[in-house]
């Protein structure tokens, strides 16, 4: 007897566990649904891979009527950046999928960059947008090395493979090199903006040129100024996008699952946990410093 309660106990898991969608709720009940995806702090690789792999999931669910990316950014990378813009364009032009961005408190450079192709863009009053252009930025600890007589010696096979070395000054031509780095992937983010923004208010790409210094606005100028569509919260975003799609009612809202806290034994045994715990680079105090070049869409 104890037996069958044993298999009747673990099928019920195993049934139950087949139901359940990344989600955090169950697949096979339901009707239409609005998917939440939030896009909270730096935007760097693991978080595009995972955004993107949010964006396909509810991108292929047919119950899914709209996507919100939920914003709470100052941007990041620039490929990071790149790889979510893309993805929510591919939903969109692919799954015929309406996708709507609310912004919190900050969506700037990159965090706006992602909302561009956005069927509808909602900030409050005192959102914090905008800031359309590009940074690269590294640490010179030439000085340093100086001080503390360590001479570099390198070895390259051309004139700008050392590019950007934090033991010595940049020459002007590199400085023209790297400015013309930043000047191609600053036309790149006023194409996206044009493109995503195109029939807004004659926002053409020399009207986003315009506004693309770097500066940041409030979500009221940014509306003002056609970045945004319109003001409203949360809550009035999900509305909004409950008519867009034809819900009528309440709509109902599923969002990823919250990642784990901490770590199982199972995670410690397994590599990618595993190195964690390992020391990789150097302490602090024997000169661990990020010294490589960056290239951002990031709002300083």
Request: hydrophobic content about 40%; proline content about 4%.
């Amino acid at each position: 007897m104890a037996g069958v309660l044993v298999l009747g106990f673990s099928a019920v898991l195993v049934v139950g566990a087949l139901l359940m969608s990344d989600t955090g709720g169950f697949s096979g009940v339901g009707g239409d649904r609005i998917a939440v995806i939030p896009v909270e702090g730096v935007i760097n690789g693991d978080m595009a891979k995972r955004i993107n792999r949010q964006l396909k999931q509810y991108g292929n669910d047919r119950r899914v009527k709209a996507i919100i990316l939920r914003v709470d950014s100052p941007g990041g990378g620039v490929a990071a950046s790149q790889e979510i813009y893309r993805e929510v364009k591919r939903v969109k032009e692919e799954q015929k999928k309406k996708v709507i961005v609310s912004m919190g408190a900050v969506a700037a450079s990159g965090g706006y960059y992602i909302a561009c192709p956005a069927d509808r863009i909602f900030a409050n009053p005192g959102t914090v947008t905008g800031s359309i252009g590009v940074i690269a930025e590294w640490i010179n600890i030439k000085d340093l090395a100086a001080w503390a007589k360590i001479r570099p010696e390198v070895f390259k096979s051309g004139e700008f493979k050392d590019t950007g070395s934090p033991t010595r000054d940049l020459t002007e031509r590199e400085r023209q090199y790297f400015q013309g780095m930043i000047m191609e992937l600053y036309d790149q983010f006023v194409q996206a903006v044009s493109q995503g923004r195109s029939g807004r208010r004659e926002l053409d790409e020399g009207g986003v040129r315009k506004l693309a210094d770097g500066r940041v606005y409030t979500g009221q100028t940014a509306v003002d100024n056609g970045l945004v569509d319109e003001i409203g919260n949360f809550e009035d975003a999900v509305k909004q996008t409950a008519k867009m799609v034809g819900i009528h009612g309440e709509p109902q809202i599923i969002t990823p699952p919250k990642p784990r806290d901490g770590f199982s034994l199972l995670d410690l045994l397994g590599e990618s946990k595993l190195e964690k715990f390992l020391p990789s680079r150097l302490p602090a105090e024997l000169g661990d410093m990020d010294t490589s070049v960056k290239f951002k869409y990031q709002w300083k």
